[in-house]
């Protein structure tokens, strides 16, 4: 059985920088019940307290962070980036563990957006850009959805289970 890296927000863990959740999201629930998940909040991995100060990455860009050209700041002007690698990098050693090849990850976060973030602003402006922990699980060949994406998510389940019934899929590590 194939399991899935999911976002702890998403299943009703209160774990948001606000102190709250996201969830709990069908199918992520259903596929918790069938021991499928992974759950992660790559920030609290990473050592940050909840609640914590919102953050955001200049331009919404965590592959530059990765590469060492951003940070992650909070509103309050902290660099939090070291807790924004470490909780990526968590998150990488999870999906290695547990053969995962599909995550559900938050959607706009500095750590999980897939799609989108903030611009680093803090004013809500969105710009196209991924999380710390997107841009890393998609480096690993881990496909990234969001909660808004759940249906294709589902599809890219079903297909791996299709193509390797049983199979133990396997993740290239990638250093960072």
Known sequence: MHKILVSRCLLGERVRYDGGSNGPLEPLARWQAEGRVVPICPEVAGGL???????????????????????????????VTAAFLAGARRALELAEEHGVRIAVLKARSPSCGNLEGYDGSFTGRRVAGEGVTAALLRRAGIRVFNEDQ???????????????????????RVQS
């Open 49 to 79: 307290p909840t609640p914590r100060p919102p953050a955001e990455i200049p331009g919404a860009q965590g592959a530059a962070v990765l590469d060492g050209c951003l940070p992650v700041l909070s509103i309050e002007g902290i660099d």
């Open 150 to 172: 759940l249906a294709e998510a589902a599809q890219a389940l079903a297909e791996l289970d299709v193509a390797e019934p049983g199979a133990v899929p396997r993740v290239i």
